[in-house]
């Protein structure tokens, strides 16, 4: 039994991040000329990972017991092509001509004053915010350049905030992934309450694998709490590949509540990284790869099953980011503002692509 655990870990390794954790500051920068950039992001960072004393890391692996700040503005390269993260290798330059590139982090030590920088982009922006949840076996920063590419190739108006809990970014790590997951629902509920007071005026969330567990119980907390919708601010909640029990997805809806504007679940029944996390469980179903999706729909979900999609990794867990066509979709439905009937036409052109 213990072969089997170690195999099934062992083929997990391009589960989400599928990358050890690496620098995200190299040293000295190539310049390259404007024409050579297509897209500077700049990416607000809440975090329950501890600073790193490895600069160049600027967060690692370990837990921090409360949130850290910070701000990082990231170039995206004139060769990208949609659904692709050009990251450079190592003996590599580091091309903003070639390669993502990270630059100029700034670290908040206080709350309010990431509050205030975070409210001034939101202002400057139209008053949107998609906060991205990443999912297991994903390195800092792996996780800001994987934010970066969506609010890129999706073009999302508004700001991108990412919430990074403390993943251990390797295949043996599953169960401290997991545990850390837990221990960070409690500030991803204080992250959304401050993302409501900034001033924003639409919060859209994007969740990936066990980044998904993480964002219904931080929804299940606010709904206990009263305020399940950020005091109208809530958008779309899309959740992509939940590695979650199907068990437990339901008793998480259930005391959520039937959402105002339907959550977005993307499945697909040949994630490979699913099929192997439901083989740890007990051989019980994840969200993800979920067949009998159908019966969902009583909970306020809007199932898109994109079985027949393309995607670009060999276990079919991030094709909500790596197909250029279904990102680009995305972004559109999350540009929608006019309510849940234009949303609706949207969402099923999403539908009809995965048909």
């Given at each position: 039994m213990k072969k089997i655990c170690i195999l099934v870990l062992?083929?997990?390794?391009?589960?989400?991040?599928?990358?050890?954790?690496?620098?995200?500051?190299?040293?000295?920068?190539?310049?390259?000329?404007?024409?050579?950039?297509?897209?500077?992001?700049s990416i607000f960072i809440a975090t329950t990972r501890k600073r790193s004393d490895d600069p160049s890391k600027v967060f690692d692996r370990e837990r921090s017991a409360t949130l850290n700040?910070?701000?990082?503005?990231?170039?995206?390269?004139?060769?990208?092509?949609?659904?692709?993260?050009?990251?450079?290798?190592?003996?590599?330059?580091?091309?903003?001509?070639?390669?993502?590139?990270?630059?100029?982090?700034?670290?908040?030590?206080?709350?309010?004053?990431?509050?205030?920088?975070?409210s001034a982009d939101i202002a400057a922006r139209g008053g949107r915010v998609m906060l991205f949840v990443h999912g297991y076996n994903t390195g800092f920063d792996a996780a800001v350049y994987r934010v970066t590419q969506i609010a890129h190739d999706s073009g999302y108006p508004g700001t991108p905030?990412?919430?990074?809990?403390?993943?251990?970014?390797?295949?043996?790590?599953?169960?401290?992934?997991?545990?850390?997951?837990?221990a960070a629902r409690d500030q991803l509920e204080v992250t959304?309450?401050?993302?409501?007071?900034?001033?924003?005026?639409?919060?859209?969330?994007?969740?990936?694998?066990?980044?998904?567990w993480v964002t219904m119980e931080a929804l299940r907390q606010l709904a206990i709490n009263g305020d399940r919708d950020l005091g109208g601010k809530l958008g779309d909640v899309v959740l992509a590949s939940p590695d979650i029990d199907v068990d437990v997805f339901k008793s998480q809806m259930r005391r959520y509540g039937k959402p105002n504007k339907p959550f977005i679940l993307l499945l697909s029944d040949d994630d490979r990284a699913l099929r192997l996390s439901g083989l740890i469980a007990g051989s019980r179903p994840r969200v993800g790869d979920y067949k009998d999706a159908a019966d969902l729909a009583d909970y306020g979900v809007s199932v898109v099953d994109l079985s027949s999609v393309k995607g670009s990794d060999r276990f079919n867990h991030t094709k909500f980011a790596d197909n250029p066509e279904l990102v680009k979709m995305i972004g559109q439905r999350l540009r929608?503002?006019?309510?849940?009937?234009?949303?609706?036409?949207?969402?099923?052109?999403?539908?009809?692509l995965g048909q």
């Amino acid at each position: 039994m213990k072969k089997i655990c170690i195999l099934v870990l062992a083929l997990l390794v391009a589960g989400c991040g599928g990358r050890q954790t690496e620098e995200l500051l190299g040293s000295a920068m190539v310049s390259a000329p404007v024409t050579d950039i297509a897209g500077n992001h700049s990416i607000f960072i809440a975090t329950t990972r501890k600073r790193s004393d490895d600069p160049s890391k600027v967060f690692d692996r370990e837990r921090s017991a409360t949130l850290n700040y910070a701000r990082v503005n990231v170039t995206v390269p004139g060769t990208h092509e949609a659904g692709q993260i050009e990251r450079r290798s190592r003996g590599k330059s580091n091309d903003p001509a070639k390669y993502f590139m990270a630059s100029d982090v700034v670290g908040y030590d206080t709350a309010p004053k990431f509050s205030n920088a975070l409210s001034a982009d939101i202002a400057a922006r139209g008053g949107r915010v998609m906060l991205f949840v990443h999912g297991y076996n994903t390195g800092f920063d792996a996780a800001v350049y994987r934010v970066t590419q969506i609010a890129h190739d999706s073009g999302y108006p508004g700001t991108p905030v990412l919430f990074s809990w403390a993943s251990g970014a390797k295949t043996r790590d599953y169960v401290y992934d997991r545990e850390s997951a837990s221990a960070a629902r409690d500030q991803l509920e204080v992250t959304l309450r401050m993302l409501a007071q900034t001033g924003a005026r639409r919060i859209d969330i994007v969740a990936h694998s066990l980044g998904t567990w993480v964002t219904m119980e931080a929804l299940r907390q606010l709904a206990i709490n009263g305020d399940r919708d950020l005091g109208g601010k809530l958008g779309d909640v899309v959740l992509a590949s939940p590695d979650i029990d199907v068990d437990v997805f339901k008793s998480q809806m259930r005391r959520y509540g039937k959402p105002n504007k339907p959550f977005i679940l993307l499945l697909s029944d040949d994630d490979r990284a699913l099929r192997l996390s439901g083989l740890i469980a007990g051989s019980r179903p994840r969200v993800g790869d979920y067949k009998d999706a159908a019966d969902l729909a009583d909970y306020g979900v809007s199932v898109v099953d994109l079985s027949s999609v393309k995607g670009s990794d060999r276990f079919n867990h991030t094709k909500f980011a790596d197909n250029p066509e279904l990102v680009k979709m995305i972004g559109q439905r999350l540009r929608e503002d006019d309510g849940f009937a234009s949303d609706r036409e949207v969402t099923d052109r999403i539908s009809l692509l995965g048909q």
